[in-house]
């Protein structure tokens, strides 16, 4: 799995800490406390399966959000995706 999905997760790729309650930069950007590394966090900006672009896709309520693509779907605390039905 690529950092990017990783880091889209909550969690920071280098040193596994949760980063997903931490609070962005104004460039996007995560820092993690723990290693000072910086990741964009929360739904990626690109699909992992389609690579259709997300920006602009709005959450439900619940906070799910879904490809309007392939309906890849992510949830609010999840630390990756939610596998879609195939």
Avoid at 12 to 37: H, L, N, W, Y
């Amino acid at each position: 799995m690529s950092a990017r999905i990783i880091a889209s997760g909550g969690v920071c790729p280098v040193c596994e800490t949760d980063i997903g309650g931490a609070i962005a930069e104004a460039d996007g950007f995560t820092t993690c406390p723990k290693c000072s590394s910086a990741w964009k966090v929360g739904v990626p900006v690109e699909c992992p399966r389609c690579e259709y672009d997300l920006r602009g896709v709005p959450a439900t309520i619940e906070g799910v959000t879904t490809c309007p693509e392939c309906s890849e779907t992510w949830g609010p605390t999840r630390k990756q995706p939610i596998p879609s039905p195939r």
